[in-house]
């Protein structure tokens, strides 16, 4: 619904839809309330060589469509979609060889200005065993980047913990319950399909991850929330419960009759 609301804003500026995209929708806190903020991408190599730079980004309210803006102020030249030296992935690897850089994401900082934070990951386990180990953030409009440990991330730069790693190490924290050897698979656990960002009401966002026992269908035995900046995790028992895709066939089957 916020990337047809989003579209919608860049298809009533004339000529913008034929040149630009909408990126990828990220979710923020701004003042008090949560907005999607995506930059506004080049569609392909012919409309970055022809413009060189995107004219800004979209911010949609995550509860009411009606609060929502397009800027078109900015001029980023860094982006996901930007070629050769305007390319995000080659400039943090030019600065970075030798770590890994994922999770690129769009957010706002305090004073409105769009910034790309990237997280920097280290293998902790030879080759394997992706951890992240700081952030890079980049100026989209001039190119300039400043890294950071993890600690000293602005506080605004909230989303570090890719959500792909924290799915794996939950994973390994359930499969590998009493090490590698376990061939009865006593108490080992898995991750249901579902994982999204939840925000407390503090602000600080989360990791939710539904927790089933290894083989399960439908139940859940808890769930499990990962502060998005530290990895700080929290597991939480239920008594019985049901998995994301559990809820969804429980709810058609309630409508079912509709068609």
């Known amino acids: 619904v916020a990337h047809r609301r989003a579209e919608e804003l860049l298809g009533a500026r004339q000529g913008l839809g034929s040149m630009y995209e909408i990126g990828s929708l990220d979710l923020q806190p701004i003042d008090g309330r949560l907005y999607y903020v995506a930059p506004l991408e080049h569609q392909s190599l012919l409309t970055w060589y022809s413009n060189k730079t995107s004219p800004g980004y979209v911010k949609i309210s995550a509860t009411d469509l009606r609060d929502s803006s397009i800027v078109l102020d900015q001029h980023y030249r860094v982006l996901t979609s930007g ?113 999204q960002i939840v925000y407390s009401s503090d602000g600080r966002s989360m990791w939710y991850i539904g927790i089933q026992s290894m083989g399960a269908d439908q139940g859940t035995t808890g769930f499990m929330l990962v502060d998005t900046r530290t990895k700080v995790a929290n597991y939480y028992r239920l008594t019985t419960g049901v998995s994301e895709e559990g809820a969804r066939d429980a709810m058609e089957g309630k409508v079912q009759n509709y068609r």
Do not use: C
């Open 83 to 195: 070629f050769f030296g305007d390319s995000l992935e080659r400039v943090v690897y030019a600065l970075r060889p030798n770590l890994g850089s994922t999770d690129y994401t769009f957010l706002l900082d305090p004073k409105g200005n769009g910034m790309w934070v990237v997280t920097m990951y280290d293998n902790k386990v030879g080759l394997s065993g992706p951890d992240a180990i700081g952030t890079m953030l980049v100026n989209p409009t001039t190119g300039e980047t400043q890294e950071y440990s993890i600690k000293d991330t602005p506080q605004w730069a909230s989303r570090i913990q890719p959500e792909e790693f924290v799915k794996n190490q939950v994973a390994n924290w359930g499969n590998y319950v009493h090490g590698f050897i376990n061939f009865a698979h006593k108490d080992q656990t898995q991750p249901t399909g579902g994982i």
